[in-house]
């Protein structure tokens, strides 16, 4: 209720086309995908090990 639940994608969104502030918008959703990639590649590597792949 009144935005206390927003996911930082969303909110993300709003600062850049809602609010006009796009500088700000642009560093959440970069600053998020870094985040995304970090944990795909920490998520890869363990599943690898899982498997016993060695790299």
């Known amino acids: 209720p009144g935005g206390a639940?927003?996911?930082?994608?969303?909110?993300?969104?709003?600062?850049?086309?809602?609010?006009?502030?796009?500088?700000?918008?642009?560093?959440?959703?970069?600053?998020?995908?870094l985040v995304v990639v970090a944990l795909t590649v920490v998520f890869l590597r363990m599943q690898g090990r899982e498997l016993g792949e060695e790299r």
């Open 5 to 33: 639940t927003n996911v930082p994608a969303y909110y993300s969104w709003v600062s850049f086309f809602e609010k006009s502030d796009v500088g700000y918008g642009s560093a959440i959703a970069t600053v998020l995908t």
